[in-house]
């Protein structure tokens, strides 16, 4: 039997100086993203996917950001928790991605957040798009990074 999930992150860009990571991968730029994590909207959606597809509902109930365990956690540790949590019950089958940000530009980073995604969840395929908002005031306009990921598992 297969079960889906879909998540969806949307952090602002942070004032303090920052690092932006994106799909476990620091990408180079003056500017990172707001939250108690190290923000990684990539991670945490395909997070939230997991969850969804696998009835945990989502990463907030297990990393609340009310709570310390929460402060600066690497998305990437959120990822594996989950991943540990539905391992005998469900396999990974497939991932989508989309990226919608204005800036900075993404897609020279395309190879590298696909890499990195494949290695953690061990799949040979997942597919990620990229998106501006096409100069929109839509999902915090330019001053905000905003994923969806469709998750698509397979009950053990």
């Not at 990437?76 to 989309?98: G, R």
Request: proline letters at 3%; glycine letters at 10%; one cysteine or more.
């Amino acid at each position: 039997m297969y079960r889906t999930g879909l998540g969806f992150d949307i952090h602002k860009f942070s004032k303090k100086k920052k690092d932006l990571i994106l799909g476990g991968i620091k990408i180079p730029s003056t500017f990172g993203l707001e939250a108690v994590s190290d923000g990684d909207v990539v991670l945490h959606a395909i997070s939230d996917g997991l969850c969804g597809a696998c009835g945990l509902g989502d990463i907030g109930d297990y990393f609340p950001p009310s709570s310390g365990k929460s402060k600066e956690i690497k998305s990437e540790k959120i990822a594996k928790f989950i991943l540990k949590k539905i391992e005998k019950k469900y396999k990974v089958f497939n991932i989508d991605i989309t990226i919608i940000a204005e800036k900075p530009v993404l897609s020279p980073y395309k190879k590298d957040i696909l890499d990195s995604l494949k290695r953690l969840f061990s799949l040979s395929e997942i597919n990620l798009k990229i998106k501006s908002k096409e100069g929109l005031n839509i999902l915090g306009g330019r001053n905000a990074v905003a994923c969806f990921a469709i998750v698509l598992v397979e009950k053990c």
